[in-house]
């Protein structure tokens, strides 16, 4: 009798447990067991209303009922039918002694209330007034293991140009850093030719990195020979050995070589080095190398053996910007004449020759000439094809464009371009969608 | 005895009714598990333009998926990508002259087509794979325009005119403003001409159910052959609608995104298409690429020289004949136009969006959610170009749902 006593109890306890924990263990709701995110829709909502600065406008026109009107129909549109929403616009005060930092503007809403449960997103909209500032890619920030690639202008104090006919290296150099800085990592200025035979052997002047820069050389035909490359065998044959020397240091270092007009590689400058010589017309400074210089380079990039042979330009005359540079032109807003003069412009035939592929042709080819391209060097690595090595030449007469040489760059590279995030102080106003489910739960 | 009887039935029974309650949390827990990867998926797939961010516009098989548009940091989809999938819905066509045979057709509505290449379309199973979901969930990724425009020939012709009518997802567009553009086709009466067309823009504004009607006094001629596009837009929320004429001849001209990776398109007499029809029967064309402007009109774009706007030919049916191809923008999203003519009389005009928004294509890509027996669906409003859309992921998990031995 006592056990059937004590069993009774334990049914009793164990009835109760089960009460108690079924009480307490209440199963979610079906809509909390998958719900939809709001708050995502919220956001996302906003953005869409504000893609063509609707919401902006509006939230600064609180008293121009036709917006709020389209604004309202735009956002019933856009939502799901079971979709209720409060949406409120709230100017956001600069905070002192206490006072609110949000004041409510405006509101509309198709519901009287948002039901048991909602969620809701905000979103900072600025005043048409504000600055708009594109914040630019940095090129090679996205290659692996790369930080960005280092951009060097040479900007020898020690050397002359050619061919930059009313401008000097200096000041071209100071124009190109200004249009091309902000898409390196690092912009460094090559201010002596000794510098530049620092970089050539292989030392970063200020820590940064050598590998895969890109080189422009603002001296026009001309380019700075530092004084320690003076001897043989960087001076045979008029110094186009120094030439072979730089192509192999193209490849060396992946490197893109840029040559901003004219016929790369004719001259060699350094004014301590050749003071008493001119490059024949009456520039000192300089000594001329020649057709070879170019050869030579291409050679030196494409590791072939030093010859002395001589290269070709030719002159297609009026050329035009290509299909590409054209979009380009747009997107970078750069904005050179979309037709210029070619008279250097290097034949086609150097691609297959020296193992090179136009990976950009910034001008239309011209009955076998380009005079525009972006260059790479193709290597085979363990099967595998890549490029070693670039070279952008922009065979135009004189004077040059610099915007040219950016846009070049640019189109190959092509880094983008974000929209940043407006912000502006006292010029801004949150407006925040709250969103609920009509129905039951 | 009857105690400890009694002590093992209560036991059994209470096992029981904890069992029920402790499998259902089970289950709610993992529908809510699969409720929160839904959200997770979607935004990976919506904010992440894949590796690489261009493979939209080439031929190489991504290495992670992701459907944004690289040039954008927040829902901006790429209208390229989206070519590249694989669709859930659609015929696979076959046409032999071009190195890739096998075509997705995809069409919405009368007038357009886009077929893209099969041997291109980055499929279902290989997506499952880059995201990390094979073997334990499967999904559908469903894009469809905000709003939906509706274009239909208005009965009363001569002179020609539409009815346009725009609905949002809950909410007619009451008041937007459509800016519309009419394709008009002037077959070539001679053996020498080609058809030609000639482009009407004009602006409209809708009632407050959405609706308006466009008349355009200038055609008068009975039977006009006529494409119609009309962009509707209020706030940022852009749809678009067309209609085309339906074509007089047999056969017709269809154009085929033939390789993505060099923005070619082919342009096919449809006897070549699954070798439906005989040899030898050609129809001129007039092709001409249009693109949306900041203002909805459409303008031009030269896809050849700069005093051609348009490129004109013969397309012939049959294996021996050439395949006219010509090449559009690399990254502008636009509607390429093709008009055509069998003789004086006989004529089409057909369009073919470059870019899935041009013409406010949807896009289904994935498995089938019917057929599962839990879904969890997650929403976010999108752009694609300028065309706002509503993306929906549908998620199920794959493996069994329960608790094994309970």
Partial sequence: MMRTVEVLMVIIILTGAFMASTYFAVLPWPRQVSPLDLGRLSLTTLETLNSGNALSEAAFDTGNATDWENLQVALSASLPPNVI????????????????????????????NLGISSDAASYLVSSSNVTFNPTPQKIGETASGGGGITLYILNCSDSNGWWITGYNAQSLAGDLENLLSPYFARTVMVQTTAQLGTILNGTPLDGETLQNAVVINTCGEAVPIPTAFSGSPYSNNGYAGYCYLLGQKVNQYNWTWTSIVGWPFYYVTNTALFSNSQNSWGIYGMNMVGPPGLNAFLEGIDNQPYTSASSTTGSPGVVNLSNEAVTDCNYYGIYPSTYQTSTRALPTSILAQFHLTATTYVFNTVNGWNPGAVYRH????????????GFYALGLARTPDIRLTALGLLCDYHPRIYSSDFNSYDTSRLAVLQLGLVGGT | MVSIIIFLAAILLFIGLFTNTINTAIVYEQHQGTATRCSDLLDSMLLNPGSPSSWGQSDVAPSSFGVQDPEFTEYQLSAFSLMRLAASTGDLVEYDKTSNTLYTSVTNGAGAVLLTPNAQALNYSTALQLLGINGTYGFQLSLTPDVTVTVKQADSNPPLGFSVSATGAGFPFAGASISYCLIIVTLG?????????????????????????????TVTQPNPIYAFIAYTHLDGIVGVGYTASAPTTDPTVVPIAQDMKTDSVALANSYDLNNSGSAGYPLKYNVTFVISTQDYQLSELSLGSASSPGLVGTVTSGVSNPVPTISLPASAPGILIVTYQQSATLGGVVMMPWGMSSLAFPVNFGGDPSRQSWVATDLRQVMIGDVAYQAKLSLWSTKPIGVTGL
């Fill in chain 2, 189 to 217: 009466q001679t053996q020498a001409q080609y058809p030609s067309y000639k482009i009407l823009n004009g602006t409209a504004l809708a009632n407050q159910q959405g609706a308006a009607s466009i008349v355009f006094p």
């Fill in chain 1, 378 to 389: 193709t290597v085979t690595v363990n099967g595998k094809t890549q490029y070693q090595g």
């Fill in chain 1, 85 to 112: 929403y409060n949406l409120t616009v709230y100017n956001v005060n600069s905070a002192q002694g206490g006072s609110t930092l949000y004041t409510s503007q405006q509101s509309i809403s198709n519901a009287a």
